[in-house]
């Protein structure tokens, strides 16, 4: 089997930390040879992208700026990481991709969603998901989780409002692309969420050899 990328997608405080650790294993177990990643970051260059745009002083940061220093930072970690591990045959797996551009300043930031794609679509030189998963949990549930257990970056400093615009706009770009994105019911125990990703995991990978 080729190189395969599995990116993960939902509100801050979802859960995607945990499982992904899970999934790694799952996938380890197995034989894969894993990449684990995230948005912004992945790279060094990535990663001091990511410092400026989640830094809380940042505030007079416009949202074209946002949307361009996104696609920068992936550029440079499609380009130095993801791409590379992709041809050595590797599973990636990637804790956000161009899906949170799309709703976050596509949407959310009232950019649109064909142009925050447009410039993300240069950035990535054609590297797309072979699947999302959408961790669907309510907003207000998400983030008092990731409050409660971590200093809020400037993102999710956002007042409510925004969180579910976000949510929201997850919801219908489910419906944009509904063969890009597969929803993980986030509210249920650890355990049946991972057997949930195991279950649709198992379907890529079936799919693909």
């Known amino acids: 089997m080729k190189g395969l990328f599995i990116t993960i997608e939902g509100p801050d405080g979802a859960g995607k930390s945990t499982q992904i650790k899970l999934l790694e294993k799952y996938l380890n177990e197995l034989g894969y040879r894993i990449v684990i990643t995230r948005e912004p970051g992945g790279t060094k260059i990535s ?26 930072s992936r550029a440079q970690h499609v380009h130095e990481r993801i791409l590379p591990a992709l041809k050595e045959g590797k599973i990636v797996i990637c804790d956000r991709f161009i899906h949170s551009s799309l709703v976050y300043q596509g949407v959310a930031r009232g950019l649109g969603i064909k142009e ?80 949930e990703i195991e279950r649709v995991i198992k379907k890529v990978i079936k799919g693909r050899s």
């Open 47 to 72: 990663e001091d992208i990511r410092d400026i745009i989640l830094d809380n002083e940042n505030v007079e940061m416009s949202y074209e700026t946002e949307a361009l220093l996104y696609a920068a």
């Open 116 to 195: 925050v794609r447009d410039i993300n679509e240069f950035a990535i030189k054609g590297v797309k998901p072979d699947v999302t998963l959408f961790f669907d949990i309510p907003p207000e549930k998400a983030l008092k989780r990731k409050i409660a257990s971590d200093k809020a970056d400037r993102l999710e400093n956002e007042d409510i409002s925004f969180h579910k615009k976000v949510y929201k706009a997850y919801l219908e770009l489910k419906k944009l692309y509904p063969t890009e994105i597969e929803m993980i019911d986030a509210t249920k125990s650890i355990e049946e969420i991972s057997k």
